[in-house]
């Protein structure tokens, strides 16, 4: 079935690089996107979203791309922080008669060495 | 302005039991998800409500699995006779009306023994 989907299940950096978390969609019809953010225990954490619309947006410290030729999001993060370490799931609404139901990806977890 | 709330936070229930998970969306929110996380997986979406009706349950399990958002009070999420298959974190999110951002509560973790 159409799924989300991500490239890389474990990425590790160090402190101050830079952070790239890939995710691939399926579905063309999908409209809008949003990476979550999730510590360990904690509950998902809205991070940043897009609309089909647009291929890039930017927000404090994180910004989001969207490729919609080849289906693919990324979750960009800069001057990464041991605080940004969790795992991150993009999200997308498949912008059908479905509602408001979001399809997660697996998940890509991050860490950050000091 | 709290946010999503859900309790409670661990239940552990014996294979057989009865299962209640409650959800109290933010203030002003109309709408509720349900979704399901196994360890070292991404959600998956359950069931979708607005108050007194249930608007998609493509996700539920068709036996043992209810839920139900009341005109006054939390919604809730309902397992009967669970199993050890149904241990795992449940997560509720709401959402005003119109849009398509959602914000998660803290999870119920149910352990079956």
């Known amino acids: 079935g159409e799924s989300v989907g991500l490239h890389l299940p474990t990425l590790s950096v160090q402190e101050g690089d830079n952070s790239i978390i890939n995710c691939a969609y399926s579905?063309?019809?999908?409209?809008?996107f949003i990476w979550y953010k999730q510590e360990s225990g904690k509950g998902p954490q809205f991070i940043i979203d897009?609309?089909?619309?647009?291929d890039k947006r930017q927000g404090q410290r994180v910004t989001v791309l969207l490729n919609k030729t080849v289906k693919h999001l990324s979750l960009q993060i800069a001057a990464t922080q041991p605080g940004d370490s969790a795992v991150y799931f993009c999200?997308?609404?498949?912008?059908?008669?479905?509602?408001?139901?979001?399809?997660f990806g697996g998940g890509t977890r991050l860490m950050v060495k000091p | 302005n709290a946010g999503v709330m859900q309790n409670p936070r661990h239940l552990v229930r014996r294979r057989g039991q009865e299962a209640r998970l409650r959800c109290s969306p933010m203030?002003?929110?109309?709408?509720v998800y349900w979704y399901r996380q196994l360890p070292e997986e991404g959600l998956k979406f359950m069931v979708y409500?607005?108050?007194?009706?249930?608007?998609?349950e493509s996700g539920m399990p068709k036996e043992r699995f209810s839920a139900e958002f009341p005109k006054e009070g939390p919604s809730i999420l309902r397992i009967q006779q669970v199993v050890r298959g149904d241990s795992a974190a449940y997560f509720c999110?709401?959402?005003?009306?119109?849009?398509?951002?959602?914000?998660f509560g803290p999870g119920t973790r149910l352990t079956v023994t």
């Open positions: 999110a709401s959402s005003p009306l119109g849009s398509y951002e959602q914000y």
């Open positions: 579905n063309s019809a999908s409209d809008y």
């Open positions: 897009i609309r089909s619309n647009m």
């Open positions: 999200a997308e609404n498949r912008g059908d008669n479905a509602g408001n139901m979001l399809t």
């Open positions: 203030k002003g929110h109309s709408h």
């Open positions: 409500l607005q108050k007194e009706n249930i608007i998609d």
